[in-house]
């Protein structure tokens, strides 16, 4: 069992929707979690962080743990082309190592 | 710029040659990471310092690669005898020193080995 999965998509939302990523993780003792964006052939930018079960929000972006479930979510709002990238969770597992998912390819369409 | 620097940005080197691969962190971070990716993968880990001490490697790190950060600043990666499984984009990433920190990214080093 992989320590983050991620469902590889490719997912596409028109311009204007919400679109919606899912990363699930496999240490229950985790507790810090990451959504990073990778436009293609360059490095994965931080978007955000949570550690806290509930909502985080920055502007369009809105991040969601339920440490019961083992699940992390982002949510972007009034998605924009320019937000089509890959989207990569990761996780802090109980022995302090980080791990990413391998990705959810994320489409908007003007 | 004082983001994380990495040098050089592409290495294109024939099978068997040693490569070496340059990184500078956020000055103020005392945690650096070698990760590789893959196309349609997400990054591996390979490797760890705590400002000059190595803590951590990956098994996915052979005995060819060795990765070092002698004064605590930058950090050097090297691979000997590269094979054509080597080829992929080798990131460096920093932060401060607690695991739960996030990581920041170089724009990583693209290397193809013929």
């Known amino acids: 069992q992989k320590e983050v999965e991620q469902n590889s998509g490719p997912l596409s939302v028109p311009e204007g929707a919400i679109a919606s990523l899912n990363c699930t993780y496999s240490?229950?003792?985790?507790?810090?979690f990451f959504w990073y964006r990778q436009y293609s052939g360059k490095s994965p930018e931080l978007i955000m962080f949570?550690?806290?079960?509930g909502d985080k929000e920055d502007g369009r972006f809105t991040a969601q743990l339920n440490k019961a479930s083992q699940y992390v979510s982002l949510l972007i709002r009034d998605s924009q082309p320019s937000d089509s990238a890959t989207y990569l969770c990761a996780a802090v597992n109980t022995g302090n190592q980080f791990y990413f998912g391998t990705g959810t390819s994320l489409t908007v369409i003007p | 710029d004082t983001g994380v620097s990495q040098d050089p940005r592409h290495k294109i080197t024939k099978r068997g040659q040693n490569v070496t691969f340059r990184c500078d962190p956020i000055?103020?971070?005392?945690?650096l990471y070698w990760y590789r990716q893959t196309l349609g993968q997400g990054p591996e880990f390979l490797t760890y310092f705590q400002n000059e001490a190595q803590l951590e490697k990956s098994r996915l790190l052979s005995d060819r690669f060795s990765a070092e950060r002698p004064k605590g600043s930058f950090s050097t990666l090297e691979i000997q005898r590269t094979e054509q499984g080597d080829s992929a984009m080798y990131l460096c990433?920093?932060?401060?020193?607690?695991?739960?920190?996030?990581?920041?990214f170089g724009d990583g080093t693209r290397l193809s080995i013929l």
């Open positions: 000055s103020e971070h005392n945690r």
């Open positions: 240490d229950r003792g985790s507790q810090s």
């Open positions: 949570i550690y806290s079960n």
């Open positions: 990433a920093s932060s401060l020193t607690h695991s739960n920190q996030p990581q920041h």
